[in-house]
């Protein structure tokens, strides 16, 4: 049921916002190295000719600014990891409920509730404010590094150390996520109904 509400409101707030491009997260205090701290200043500038591998990229016949995080491989836009990235607070550890759907997984911690998603279609007034409050309480959860794969449809109680993303912004699957936490050790993980 979450998870169908939330892809719903992923494609519903695509089409009403427009996908989430690199100018939503310009704060350059949020970015761990001093290159993409410059790029965030940079994002609004735009590229002259002689700016083409300096910060700016030939696409079609359009120059373009490079986001912060990423670089060109093989005329390819390549994301670096996230805690490569931003800033992160010190691991620590962390219980909750982890949802497990495909592109629509979230973290829930211990005591506290799930954001709540106006829903899509909604044009009551103040819709937009409450999908802007949903997406900024939203958790993504990384757990690759410690080798869970996504399964969908699954909720887990999960007791883990990971890093938090230190400043707020767009994380996770197009940036629908208001921070992100990076699993670094999972202490116990239960199936839940």
């Known amino acids: ?9 992923m494609a519903w707030t695509m089409l009403s916002l427009g996908i989430v491009d690199a100018a939503a997260q310009e704060r350059p205090e949020i970015y761990l190295r ?9 994002l609004d500038k735009p590229c002259q000719e002689t700016d083409v591998g300096h910060g700016c990229w030939r696409f079609n016949d359009h120059l373009a600014r ?3 995080c990423t ?12 805690d490569q990235c931003f800033k992160m607070e010190e691991p620590r550890r962390y219980r909750g409920i982890w949802i497990d759907e495909f592109e629509g997984q979230a973290f829930i911690p211990e005591g506290t509730d799930p954001p709540r998603w106006p829903s899509p279609g909604s044009t009551s007034p103040g819709w937009r404010e409450r999908l802007e409050r949903a997406r900024a309480a939203s958790i993504w959860l990384d757990v690759e590094r410690v080798g869970l794969e996504h399964k969908g449809g ?7 150390v990971g890093r938090k993303t230190l400043y707020p912004g767009y ?18 993980l239960k199936e839940i109904e």
């Open 66 to 68: 490079e986001a912060p």
């Open 34 to 42: 001093a290159e993409d701290q410059e790029r965030a200043r940079s």
């Open 154 to 160: 699954r909720k887990m109680r999960i007791d883990f």
């Open 1 to 9: 049921m979450m998870g169908k509400r939330l892809a719903r409101a």
């Open 71 to 82: 670089h060109i491989d093989a005329g390819i836009i390549v994301g670096i990891p996230v």
């Open 171 to 188: 994380y996770g699957h197009l940036g629908m996520s208001g921070s992100e936490i990076i699993v670094d050790r999972v202490i116990s």
